[in-house]
Structures are given as C-alpha cells and as structure tokens.
C-alpha cells in the first residue's frame, strides 16, 4: 500500500465493491483504470503529476462536499422560517384576523402538512 493509497479511498467514496471504486477514483482523478488499480494496490511508483491529481480531485470533492452541507444548513434553515410564518398565519387565522380574508381557513394546515 502506497502513501497515496487513502487519498484514493477517499476519493472513491463508499466502498462496497472494490473495482466501483477503483473506477470511481481513476474517473475523479483523471488516470487510468489500470494505473489507478496498480496504485491502489501499491504495485507501482506513484508519479508526482499522479499524486497532484489525485490531491487536487480530492481536494475538490471536499470542497463541493462542504458547499452541499452549507446549502443543506441554508435551507434547513429557510424551511424553519417557513414554519414559523405558516404557525404565525395560521394562529392569525385561528383568531379571526380581520386582515386575512381566505375561503378557507385551513389552507395552511394542509399546504403544511
């Protein structure tokens, strides 16, 4: 096993079966299937233009990884303000608020859920 080995695992995701991954990881880091196979299984001398690759598709998978938690939060978030306005509209209604004039009060009770 190489230095690199880990990286490639990484960069594979998942493992449930080995030769996805090894495809995964080859198609990520722009090498081919054959030298990603030899490299995984340490049987060759990794090349420093390989292990740039192999570090730069990894680096940029973190980072679209990050940026997936970051909306994720975001619209957790927008979804919890969201709620919150139908709860408010919908105490609002329960109260007869003259302000509001829907044919049907329960609107947001179903629209919410």
């Not at 079966?17 to 990520?28: L, M």
């Not at 196979?37 to 598709?57: M, N, S, T």
């Not at 919890?80 to 105490?91: F, G, I, T, W």
């Amino acid at each position: 096993m190489t230095d690199i080995t880990p990286a490639l695992r990484a960069l594979a995701g998942p493992i449930e079966r080995v030769k996805p991954a090894i495809t995964r990881a080859a198609q990520a880091a722009g090498l081919s299937w054959w030298r990603t196979h030899d490299l995984w299984y340490g049987r060759a001398v990794l090349k420093p233009y390989e292990k740039q690759r192999i570090l730069d598709a990894l680096a940029a998978k973190q980072q679209q990884e990050a940026e997936a938690r970051h909306e994720l939060a975001t619209l957790r978030t927008r979804l919890a303000s969201l709620r919150q306005q139908v709860a408010s509209l919908e105490r609002r209604l329960e109260n007869d608020d003259p302000d509001l004039d829907f044919e049907t009060p329960d609107f947001f009770s179903r629209a919410a859920g």
